[in-house]
Nanobody, 123 residues
């Protein structure tokens, strides 16, 4: 089994900052991509930022210049530094990892999700 443990959510005023952490553990062969998605109230889950092998990062347009994704997927850990937070950033933030985890199917990729952490930004 694979477990993604998230931390760092909370309540902050507009313009403030938060840092989210995600660590994957368990049966891991290799991770190809880790990142964060979020689900605002009443909306669908959406991409925030991802980090791929080769240190390639991808950001949603809405967070570029404000959020920074860092970490090392070879060490199964990513961090999301969120600055200049806006009320529209309010959401449940989910960590995601894509890679090879099952030794019974060593070439097959799977996707795992964390349990989610709440971020609330007040105006």
């Amino acid at each position: 089994q694979v477990r993604l443990v998230e931390s760092g959510g909370g309540v902050v005023q507009a313009g403030g900052s938060l840092r989210l952490s995600c660590a994957a553990s368990g049966s891991i062969i290799s991770i190809r991509e880790m990142g964060w998605y979020r689900q605002p109230p009443g909306k669908q889950r959406e991409l925030v930022a991802t980090l791929s092998s080769g240190a390639y990062t991808n950001y949603a347009v809405s967070v570029r210049g404000r959020f920074t994704l860092s970490g090392d997927i070879t060490k199964n850990t990513v961090y999301l530094q969120m600055n200049s937070l806006k009320p529209e950033d309010t959401a449940v933030y989910y960590c995601n990892a894509i890679g090879r985890f099952d030794t019974r199917f060593p070439t097959r990729e799977f996707s795992y999700w964390g349990q989610g952490t709440q971020v609330a930004v007040s105006s």
